[in-house]
């Protein structure tokens, strides 16, 4: 199993800057990627942003140039610097963690943690 615990969200202005924070624990495997959902009301959940274990990222275009993810893989962390917010990034956003196999795959999720962008 694998325990993923988030950190970071809340209030922020429109303009403004979060920083999001998820630390995993447990069955990790080398071979991953580590990433940051999110869901509005009423939306699906969508993908915000993904590191994989042995480099490369992807992001959704609606966050290219203000989303910045990172990961330090000695502490099994990823991070998600937010700048530019915009009232549509508001969302619960999710830590998520694949351990990859091959030619199989295994989701983890964490709690979930609010990002409210409003004035």
């Known amino acids: 199993q694998v325990q993923l615990v988030e950190s970071g969200g809340g209030l922020v202005q429109p303009g403004g800057s979060l920083r999001l924070s998820c630390v995993g624990s447990?069955?990790?495997?080398?071979?991953?990627?580590m990433g940051w959902y999110r869901q509005a009301p009423g939306k699906e959940r969508e993908l915000v942003a993904i590191?994989?274990?042995?480099?490369?990222?992807n992001y959704a275009d609606s966050v290219k140039g203000r989303f910045t993810i990172s990961r330090d893989n000695g502490k099994n962390t990823v991070y998600l610097e937010m700048n530019s917010l915009k009232s549509e990034d508001t969302a619960v956003y999710y830590c998520n963690l694949r351990n990859i196999l091959i030619g199989s795959f295994r989701d983890y999720w964490g709690q979930g943690t609010q990002v409210t962008v409003s004035s």
């Open positions: 590191a994989f274990s042995r480099g490369g990222t």
């Open positions: 447990g069955s990790i495997f080398t071979m991953n990627s």
